[in-house]
């Protein structure tokens, strides 16, 4: 898939492609020249993909009808292989606007995962902004990359960094740090060394205990003010000619978001 300015709606060789079928059932496929994607509807040529304009329709072996489109970031990144939990569009969403993340922005980020939260990052921060994503798992480095590059093949504002960054971080006034990790108080000292003053540190964890000793440890630095968490919930509703109801299965807890801003510590007043 081409970057956000270069998108042509014919489809190309590499462009990822979802096909959902007549009982709206998804397919996420990597278009390769004489490939054949293969499901219980039958078979379609890769080869009879390229050159379709995205929003066709097009026929299995069998006859049976599919609409063809280049998928969303949100709908890529439900589909894209894990070996860890991802980050779901719905908090990818809360995450790059309760961080703030802006284009040409610098950002840090642990760790890497996947890549669905790197992916959102990369795009939000565009091709003039940075993101440095440190990663200590060797074995989660590739297949984070394969599934970064599938989407977004021109990744020239992205760099790795295996290492551990509970052990520090070698950057230097950076605008944003967004850690999924499971201790983030380990980090908040060199975070604060890290941060440009009005930098965010956002962390996104799963429990409210871990959110109450990452509280703590921002409380007892005196650098970060602006200390908030919030949860963000989604209910789909179905909507047809026939019925309007929420959807039988709500999309609820998956992680809080934590936000604090670098300060200047409070100086005591000068006595006069």
């Given at each position: 898939?081409?970057?956000?300015?270069q998108?042509?709606?014919?489809?190309?060789?590499?462009?990822?492609?979802?096909?959902?079928?007549?009982?709206?059932?998804r397919?996420?496929?990597?278009?390769r020249?004489?490939?054949?994607?293969?499901s219980?509807?039958?078979?379609?040529?890769?080869?009879s993909?390229?050159g379709?304009?995205?929003?066709?329709w097009?026929?299995?072996s069998r006859?049976?009808?599919?609409?063809?489109?280049k998928p969303?970031m949100?709908?890529?990144i439900?589909d894209?292989?894990?070996?860890t939990?991802?980050?779901y569009?719905?908090?990818?969403?809360?995450?790059?606007?309760?961080?703030?993340?802006?284009?040409?922005?610098?950002?840090?980020?642990?760790?890497l995962?996947?890549?669905?939260?790197?992916?959102?990052?990369?795009?939000?921060?565009?091709p003039?902004?940075?993101?440095?994503?440190?990663?200590?798992?060797?074995e989660?480095v590739?297949k984070?990359?394969t599934?970064?590059?599938?989407y977004?093949?021109?990744?020239a504002?992205?760099?790795?960094?295996k290492?551990?960054?509970?052990?520090g971080?070698?950057?230097n006034?950076?605008?944003?740090?967004?850690l999924?990790?499971?201790?983030?108080?380990e980090?908040?000292?060199?975070?604060?060394d890290?941060?440009r003053?009005g930098?965010?540190?956002?962390?996104?964890?799963?429990t409210?205990?871990?959110?109450?000793?990452?509280?703590?440890?921002?409380?007892?630095?005196a650098?970060?003010q602006?200390?908030?968490?919030?949860?963000?919930l989604m209910?789909?509703?179905h909507?047809?000619?026939?019925s309007?109801?929420?959807?039988?299965?709500?999309?609820?807890h998956t992680g809080?978001?934590?936000?604090?801003?670098?300060?200047?510590?409070?100086?005591?007043?000068?006595s006069?």
């Amino acid at each position: 898939m081409n970057n956000d300015s270069q998108i042509s709606s014919i489809f190309s060789e590499g462009d990822v492609v979802l096909l959902i079928d007549r009982r709206g059932k998804r397919y996420v496929i990597n278009l390769r020249t004489s490939d054949t994607f293969h499901s219980h509807m039958g078979t379609i040529s890769h080869d009879s993909i390229i050159g379709e304009q995205e929003g066709s329709w097009l026929y299995t072996s069998r006859g049976l009808r599919v609409l063809a489109l280049k998928p969303t970031m949100a709908e890529y990144i439900q589909d894209i292989p894990r070996k860890t939990q991802i980050v779901y569009p719905k908090d990818l969403g809360a995450i790059l606007l309760l961080g703030d993340i802006f284009p040409g922005a610098t950002v840090v980020e642990a760790g890497l995962g996947s890549g669905a939260l790197t992916i959102a990052l990369l795009r939000a921060v565009g091709p003039t902004g940075q993101v440095i994503a440190y990663e200590i798992r060797e074995e989660l480095v590739e297949k984070a990359l394969t599934n970064i590059k599938t989407y977004m093949p021109s990744i020239a504002n992205l760099t790795v960094k295996k290492g551990d960054i509970y052990e520090g971080i070698e950057e230097n006034q950076v605008d944003r740090i967004v850690l999924d990790l499971p201790e983030p108080w380990e980090t908040v000292a060199h975070v604060a060394d890290s941060l440009r003053l009005g930098g965010v540190l956002l962390t996104f964890l799963p429990t409210i205990l871990q959110v109450h000793r990452l509280g703590e440890a921002l409380q007892t630095d005196a650098r970060f003010q602006l200390v908030n968490t919030e949860e963000v919930l989604m209910r789909p509703w179905h909507v047809s000619p026939n019925s309007v109801r929420p959807e039988h299965r709500m999309i609820g807890h998956t992680g809080f978001i934590t936000t604090a801003r670098r300060c200047n510590p409070v100086k005591k007043p000068v006595s006069s």
